[in-house]
């Protein structure tokens, strides 16, 4: 049977679910010591997206949203996909056995529509970021830091902002003075929203 498991047509399935059971032993670690990979992962990984709500749904964000990642902690949503995609690939090969180039897309289709259906049902259970989702109105006067590129006026860049619930929302940013410039790690004052942006002044400490 273990040489089922690790056969050619086998391996990128059962890595799969060697990759979930050492997050697993990861995070029972973690907890044991006072860490959490979960935190750690949506720490490094955010798919809170600013977008206004007037703007129809699509592009990545409506990809995102189809496949719950953004209602779902990462790693919740990662072993969810890497276990659904393993146990897709090996039963696959389990009933005939394919050619990986075969075998491959089916299990990822089949991965896919189980983030989307089984998603729902755990993100039904796991009311966190449903709870304490805020609007991005309510962003005025917030202090946001740049984390990639250069903020012009006219061209926007992106900024990291942590809110009352300590979650990452990324949003674009521009000065709202003509030849001001925000380099990276510049920290900014939200005054005003617009259609793709917000416009900030520098956050100048007292």
């Not at 049977?1 to 089922?4: A, H, K, N, V």
């Not at 990986?100 to 991965?111: D, K, M, N, Q, V």
């Not at 189980?114 to 202090?143: H, Q, V, W, Y």
């Given at each position: 049977?273990?040489?089922?498991f ?49 703007l ?23 072993i ?19 050619p ?12 896919i ?31 946001a ?18 809110d ?13 003075v ?29």
């Open positions: 049977m273990f040489s089922f690790i056969s050619e047509f086998n391996i990128l399935y059962s890595c799969a679910l060697f990759f979930v059971m050492g997050l697993a032993l990861l995070e029972g670690i973690g907890l044991v010591i006072g860490l959490s990979m979960a935190s750690a992962f949506d720490d490094m990984f955010s798919f809170d997206i600013d977008v206004d709500a007037t129809p749904s699509g592009g990545l964000s409506g990809v995102l949203g189809w496949l719950y990642l953004s209602r779902l902690p990462v790693l919740v949503w990662l969810l996909f890497l276990t659904s995609f393993g146990i897709a690939g090996l039963s696959i090969n389990f009933i005939v056995i394919l990986t180039l075969l075998s491959f897309p089916i299990a990822l289709i089949i991965a529509f189980s983030c989307r259906i089984l998603g729902g049902k755990i993100a039904t259970i796991m009311p966190t970021n449903e709870s304490s989702a805020i609007s991005s109105d309510s962003f005025t006067g917030k202090i830091t740049i984390t990639v590129g250069k903020a012009r006026k006219g061209s926007a860049a992106e900024a990291v902002l942590h009352d619930f300590h979650q990452k929302h990324y949003l674009m940013v521009e000065p709202e003509q030849g001001q410039e925000f380099m990276q790690g510049t920290q900014v004052i939200l005054i005003k929203k617009l259609s793709r942006s917000w416009l900030a002044i520098e956050f100048e400490p007292s």
